[in-house]
């Protein structure tokens, strides 16, 4: 069976050596230190929820669960973004105040499968890279058995599993933790909509701002921001349950059944427990639902919940979270899926003829945590090509080099900005 197994030595953030938790830059900011205006952080409000909050935020190797790819480009970056990514978590994780203050875990994250994996090529393979990836704890169970194991209903059809150390992160807390981190470093937060094509208004912005550079990683809005149509919304929902041991025994792992194993995209499972005492149930991935009109009582959402008990018969019993029973947000996808790319477009405004000073960073799906840190890798190579005004390249020629740059492994390759 063929498999391209893709080695991942060039990791270009690293937790200590390229960015730290501390609350200080690593590199201290001095006058002539470019300013980076970053449109669409997040403000995280518990009130307000937004995408990066309501997600189950799982880290799961692409393409995840609730996932789809439509480029073949992007996948393959996404798996190098990913594991940049689970390497930051992981490190983080391994600090115990750390993993407390950010809410970040690793946990068994296990992925259930209805066939033998040798008859299904594709999870094969996927399987394959994970297990030459590097994540931690990597454990197959072919002939995955039933009877001899008292969590998983009997009557589902499952032939094979395999589990993983998993990051899992408390989206409430690490949006918090993440605010204050920015604020700490030295980041200043103001609260804006910016309406209208970016690129019409960049030297306005960039003056006003005083800035030397736009990262524009608004999700949605992107499609209004960067004016590009491509975007659409797939609408997921996570019910929340108590998971503190009283009315089952306390579920501590994350189960699995993807959307493209169950062969349809409304029959995800997804039970992810959370380190505050909650667990999620999900999940959806409506495709072009663009509002978040649903209710405990929408047949969808009854359906959701009943897949989780039928899957795990003990969670019948499970209460509803109090104060916050149901997630539905919107996850940003993208035709060609994420963009992590500079500007193509010049500025027909500022009319100096260079390139434009804008980065894009959306599009990433249902996945934008596991992506998160590599993406951001990424963006500050192009942040710092774009201040030197060189030419921008599109992600499709980025990605053809970094394919070829694979096949010579280059260890510490370091990054120019710190964090
Ligand atoms: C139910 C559900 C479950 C999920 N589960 C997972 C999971 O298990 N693992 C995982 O990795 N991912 C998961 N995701 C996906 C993940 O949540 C998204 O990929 C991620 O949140 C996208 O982040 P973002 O910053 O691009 O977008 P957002 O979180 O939406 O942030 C965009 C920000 O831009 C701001 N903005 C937008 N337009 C403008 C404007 N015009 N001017 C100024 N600001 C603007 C918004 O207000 C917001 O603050 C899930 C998503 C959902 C909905």
Known sequence: MESTIPVHPNL??????????????????????????????????????????????????PPAVCGQHEGKVSLEESK???????????????????????G???????????????????????????????????????????????????NQKIEDMYEIDSPMIDSDQGMQWLMKLVQDKGGLLRSETIHGALLEQESELLERFQADVIVNATGLGAQELAGDDTCYPVRGALVRVVN???????????????ADVSGAANEIVFIVPRSDNTLLLGGIAEDKVGDTNLILDSPVIKEMRQRCVDFIPLLEN????????????????RGGNVRVERELRKSAKAGNGKPSRIVHSYG?????????????????????????????????????KQASTDKEPKHDQPLRARL
Not at 80 to 102: G, N, Q, T
Not at 318 to 333: C, D, I, N, T
């Open 12 to 61: 270009t953030l690293r937790m200590w050596r390229d960015l730290t938790p501390l609350p200080f830059p690593l590199r201290p900011a001095n006058k002539t230190s470019p300013h980076v205006l970053i449109i669409g952080g997040g403000w995280a409000s518990i009130v307000d929820h937004i995408t990066s909050q309501i997600a189950g935020a799982l880290w799961e190797y």
């Open 80 to 102: 190098r973004w990913s594991m940049v990514s689970y390497h930051c978590y992981a490190a983080i994780a391994e600090d115990p105040e750390l993993a407390k203050k950010s």
């Open 104 to 154: 970040i875990e690793m946990k068994q994250g296990r992925f259930y499968f209805p066939t033998r994996l040798e008859d299904d090529h594709e999870q094969y393979c996927k399987m394959q890279e994970i297990m030459a990836s590097g994540v931690k704890g990597f454990r197959r169970y072919p002939s995955f058995d039933l009877e001899n194991q008292n969590v998983i209903a009997k």
């Open 244 to 258: 503190d041991g009283l009315h089952f025994p306390r579920v501590t792992q994350a189960h699995t059944v993807s």
């Open 318 to 333: 499970a209460k509803l979270h109090p104060s916050y029973p149901l997630a539905v947000g919107l996850r940003p996808f």
């Open 364 to 400: 990433q799906g249902g996945a934008g945590w596991t992506l998160a840190f590599g993406c951001a890798a990424d963006i500050c190579t192009l942040v710092e090509e774009a201040i030197a005004d060189a030419p921008p390249r599109s992600l499709a020629d980025d990605a053809t």
